[in-house]
């Protein structure tokens, strides 16, 4: 897909969010609704949606394969927990920020934003392998995100049962086993979970609304942070993978979802759980406008 044909796919993301901005200066969005909202895309929507995008598959490939694209998971995760232990080392910040920070490494936003791209650069064969590679992102952000973000002190097992995680779980048995449950099931579960991503980009935008924009954008740690997360890592995975037997569509995605930008579903687990939402707010409204340039840079250059 050539430069231009991406970043017309990045500026559909941009509107949403300024949309949500929008709303939140109309009085529509904001506050307790921001509260109820967050709440509604991780206890329902957004565990419909993961298990959707296993189950409403046409073809799931075989054992094999799936393994081979875990198997590329492995070093992706690996390498992203290289630089979530690194860099907040480097900068200093008060402790939630650093919270922030370790997340923005950690997690990009292989679901919201990573599976359309897929698409749009690798055709709709592509959605399975973008899947499957976000399922230890889904169980990881949800069990480790919230303990990143606020420490070990607000931690509480049964954060380990939330209904992301199980429905994380579940998707994965079934990738794993190939079993196929009633179309039906995965038309209404695709349904639900069909408004997670757009209602979860109105959200960021209406969280951005209460920040002073101009300190986003003069903030030279955010400015190093973004370089790193949509520029750095996936050209440090692009030369890891140049030398494995990878396939190309599976180093394809796997580089695509490594340059997205921070996980929108940060800021719903720091309003759920006490963390630092500014900050979070902050860094994803900028890593998420930088990629609108950065993505089609990563697609000419790396794929």
């Known amino acids: 897909m050539s430069f231009l044909d991406t970043l017309c796919e990045m500026l559909v993301i941009l509107?949403?969010?300024?949309?949500?901005?929008?709303?939140?200066?109309?009085?529509?969005?904001?506050?307790?609704?921001?509260?109820?909202?967050?709440?509604?895309?991780?206890?329902?929507?957004?565990?419909?949606?993961?298990?959707?995008?296993v189950i409403t598959g046409e073809a799931l490939p075989g054992l094999a394969e799936v393994l081979s694209i875990l198997k590329v998971g492995v070093v992706f995760y690996v390498m992203e927990a290289l630089f979530m232990l690194a860099v907040p080392r480097l900068m200093r910040g008060t402790p939630g920020e650093k919270g922030v920070w370790r997340f923005t490494m950690m997690f990009p936003n292989v679901g919201f934003i990573g599976y359309p791209v897929a698409v749009a650069l690798f055709g709709p064969e592509a959605l399975f392998y973008a899947v499957v590679l976000a399922l230890p992102f889904n169980l990881m952000a949800f069990t480790m995100g919230p303990l990143l973000l606020v420490g070990a002190r607000r931690f509480r097992l049964r954060q380990m049962f939330s209904p992301c995680v199980v429905a994380s779980l579940l998707a994965l048995l079934l990738a794993l086993s190939g079993l196929r449950p009633p179309a039906l099931l995965g038309e209404m579960l695709d349904f639900v979970g069909g408004i997670t991503v757009p209602l979860s980009l109105l959200l960021?935008?209406?969280?951005?609304?209460?920040?002073?924009?101009?300190?986003?954008?003069?903030?030279?740690?955010?400015w190093l942070l973004s370089v790193v997360r949509l520029l750095v890592m996936p050209a440090a995975l692009w030369l890891i993978l140049r030398g494995m037997d990878a396939g190309y569509l599976v180093m394809g995605v796997a580089i695509s979802q490594m340059a997205m930008p921070v996980a929108v579903n940060g800021s719903m687990l720091c309003m759920e759980y006490g963390g630092d939402a500014e900050s979070m707010a902050r860094i994803t409204f900028l890593t998420t406008l930088a990629s609108i340039v950065t993505i089609p840079l990563v697609a000419v250059l790396l794929l």
């Open 204 to 222: 960021v935008g209406s969280l951005l609304a209460g920040l002073p924009v101009g300190q986003v954008f003069a903030s030279p740690k955010l």
């Open 15 to 53: 509107f949403a969010i300024v949309l949500g901005y929008a709303a939140n200066r109309m009085g529509i969005l904001g506050g307790e609704t921001d509260q109820r909202i967050s709440k509604l895309l991780l206890r329902i929507t957004m565990p419909a949606m993961i298990l959707a995008a």
